[in-house]
């Protein structure tokens, strides 16, 4: 039985991806940070917590990522703890830069130290090109990155120490650089699920109002579940290196609105208001990504489409409020 470490096991990626290992036949066990409400820390991952080995810990600190892998000794490690926001890590830069950034580099020292003969993934993200974009209008490994936040510069600091140990100690590093992915485990902060959220509760007669901020911004958007897919794949190829994970379709957030809006019987123009305090010191207007390298290479391909997702999201709220 295979054993596989996942770090940021409860976040949304991590419940998806917990569930498809153990479908596997894997042993998995994860890291969790402490939550002062204990409810919210493994809800995610509840319905198979007999089955994981969860741990806490921090990856900014170094001890307690040492003590999980040498008690764990996995032969694959998976990296989705981080500081996930963008528009927050304007407001915790510091923090931002800590967690996705220095958080990578004890992750790969103790790796290399504790069980360096394992596979290591690093959740890196679309963030990090920017504004940057190819003729075509897309974006892929040799697209240059010029990211617009600290979040997107942490995590371009964390893609390159993965490169970095990957050459330098022969480990078996991989980069998954994945575009916008939602689910109904989205937080609803983020703003597929705040809208989807918004427009149920419109329909429901408990709100009036949605406030949103950058309604031009365009993203390739996904599903959660087939991204983590993604992740295996990119970790169990025979030689480890960097992929690109993404529909190859982009939308704005004013698209999204008028399809979860018109989905419900309703006219986003009603409703929605923009406002200030949303919007980013400095933008980035608009990713898609070209994924043909892990279709054609790992035979990767979404079962979700934009569409079918948004679907699955408004269901799930529908059902909360009924």
């Known amino acids: ?15 998806y991806l917990s569930e498809h290992l153990l479908s596997l036949g894997y042993k998995v066990s994860g890291m969790v940070r402490r939550q002062s409400v204990s409810e919210n820390q493994t809800y995610r991952i509840q319905k198979n917590q007999s089955l994981i080995d969860t741990f806490y810990g921090d990856v900014c600190d170094e001890y307690s990522i040492r003590k999980i892998l040498e008690k764990v000794q996995p032969d694959e490690i998976y990296n989705l703890a981080a500081m996930s926001h963008v528009k927050v890590s304007f407001e915790v830069p510091s923090f931002t830069i800590k967690t996705n950034g220095l958080g990578v580099l004890n992750l790969l020292q103790a790796y290399k130290e504790e069980c360096p003969k394992a596979k290591f993934y690093q959740a890196s993200s679309s963030e990090m090109f920017g504004n940057s974009v190819d003729s075509d209008g897309y974006q892929r490994l040799t697209t240059p990155m010029n990211p617009t936040s600290p979040y997107g510069c942490a995590k371009l600091l964390g893609f390159n120490l993965v490169n970095h140990y990957r050459n330098a100690y022969g480990l078996h590093a991989c980069n998954g650089i994945l575009f916008n992915h939602e689910s ?119 079962t979700y489409s934009f569409e079918t997702m948004i679907d699955e999201m408004i269901t799930s709220w529908l059902e909360k409020y009924n």
């Not at 039985?1 to 940021?8: H, N, P, S, T, V």
């Not at 929605?272 to 035979?299: A, C, H, T, W």
Request: glycine share 8%.
């Open 1 to 15: 039985m295979k054993k596989a470490l996942i770090f940021g096991i409860n976040g949304q990626d991590g419940s």
């Open 184 to 302: 109904p485990r989205r937080g609803v902060n983020f703003v597929t699920n705040k809208v989807v959220k918004g427009a149920v509760e419109i329909k429901k007669g408990i709100t009036k109002e949605l406030v949103l901020g950058n309604m031009d911004a365009s993203r390739d958007w996904g599903h959660s579940y087939d991204y983590v897919r993604a992740m295996y794949l990119i970790l169990n190829k025979k030689e480890p290196r960097n992929w690109i994970v993404s529909t190859g379709e982009s939308r704005t957030v004013r698209e999204l609105c008028d399809y979860v809006f018109t989905s419900l019987s309703l006219n986003y123009k009603d409703y929605v208001i923009q406002d200030q305090k949303y919007m980013r010191p400095e933008e980035l207007d608009f990713l898609k990504g070209d994924s043909s390298e892990i279709r054609q290479e790992l035979n990767w391909k979404p």
